[in-house]
């Protein structure tokens, strides 16, 4: 039992640094690449200069071919339609993070072919590892690309955004954890594919993805929406020099994680982890905030 709540403490500590390094970096990008207003775009209307530069011939071209090319090999390999969303979703996920991560560190040299083959060879390498050798490795690896990718492509969410989708998942969770079995069906469907990271009780990549091989599990949802609201965090943290708050956030994942931990332990069931980790991030956030003001006064 101690061990097992020790892998667990240390299994949500990896994740929230996961999510406190990805958000930092989306928030970077936030700036560095400005987006003009919108749904899930922060901050008023923009000049035209400021938005971000429009994709060229080749890029656009780049895209296509890959497109054409990732949807033709996933027909031939898997015919079944929730594997083939994840394949689909994992690999563009990843290209997209790539072409992110390489525009930030090559700049204006973004368009040439170390860039074309980065941003398409490492995450084929990904997905295509999860798909010829599925084992808990390779499936959590898939499953964090998916996260970071979707992080960073969500780094102008806006404030409004991020409370209303927040309230909407909590609300879902509670839902389909409390009140039917809708969970409980969709962990069954996607059993084995990169919907969630797992720690596995035999550490040996030949083990399965069954539940008894597992100590504990998390749901990708559980990184991504916390996700979005550490986004804004680190924004603000970027735009005010308060790095207490993007402190405060971290140590609130982690804090949320334990408790749910322990109630799913005192009750044996699983929990719409969402409940615990969101407002554990945001009562974080402002005790980091209210912490660092006094120094900041000073």
């Known amino acids: 039992?101690?061990?097992?709540?020790?892998?667990?403490?240390?299994?949500?500590?990896?994740?929230?640094?996961?999510?406190?390094?990805?958000?930092?970096?989306?928030?970077?990008?936030?700036?560095?690449?400005?987006?003009?207003?919108?749904?899930?775009?922060?901050?008023?209307?923009?000049?035209?200069?400021?938005?971000?530069?429009?994709?060229?011939?080749?890029?656009?071209?780049?895209?296509?071919?890959?497109?054409?090319l990732t949807t033709i090999v996933v027909q031939v390999i898997e015919q079944r339609t929730g594997l083939r969303i994840f394949l689909?979703?994992?690999?563009?996920?990843?290209?997209?993070?790539?072409?992110?991560?390489?525009?930030?560190?090559?700049g204006d040299s973004r368009n040439s072919v170390v860039w074309c083959v980065t941003s398409w060879s490492i995450p084929t390498i990904i997905t295509a590892g999860w798909m010829g050798f599925p084992?808990?490795?390779?499936?959590?690896?898939?499953?964090?690309?998916?996260?970071?990718?979707?992080?960073?492509?969500?780094?102008?969410?806006?404030?409004?955004?991020?409370?209303?989708?927040s309230f909407v998942i909590m609300v879902f969770d509670i839902v389909a954890v409390?009140?039917?079995?809708?969970?409980?069906?969709?962990?069954?469907v996607y059993d084995g594919m990169p919907g969630m990271l797992w720690v596995p009780k035999d550490w040996s990549l030949a083990g399965g993805f069954g539940v008894q091989n597992r100590i504990m599990d998390l749901g990708l949802g559980d990184l991504f929406f916390p996700g979005l609201s550490m986004i804004y965090i680190a924004r603000i943290a970027l735009e005010k020099n308060a790095i207490a708050s993007v402190v405060g956030a971290y140590l609130g994942y982690i804090f949320g994680g334990a408790i749910a931990m322990s109630v799913s332990a005192v009750t044996h069931t699983g929990q719409p982890a969402t409940i615990f980790l969101i407002p554990a991030v945001f009562v974080g956030y402002r005790l980091?905030?209210?912490?660092?003001?006094?120094?900041v006064a000073q």
């Open 135 to 165: 084992n808990w490795v390779t499936l959590n690896s898939t499953g964090i690309m998916i996260v970071c990718a979707m992080l960073i492509t969500m780094r102008h969410i806006s404030p409004r955004a991020v409370v209303i989708i």
């Open 1 to 68: 039992m101690i061990n097992t709540v020790l892998v667990g403490i240390l299994f949500f500590i990896v994740v929230a640094s996961l999510l406190t390094i990805v958000s930092w970096i989306a928030a970077r990008f936030a700036q560095l690449y400005p987006k003009k207003e919108g749904l899930f775009a922060a901050g008023s209307k923009q000049s035209h200069s400021d938005e971000a530069r429009p994709l060229s011939l080749a890029q656009k071209v780049l895209i296509g071919v890959v497109l054409v």
């Open 288 to 295: 980091g905030n209210a912490l660092a003001q006094p120094q």
């Open 88 to 106: 689909i979703a994992s690999y563009w996920c990843g290209v997209r993070l790539l072409v992110l991560l390489v525009q930030e560190t090559m």
């Open 178 to 188: 409390y009140a039917s079995d809708i969970m409980l069906k969709i962990v069954g």
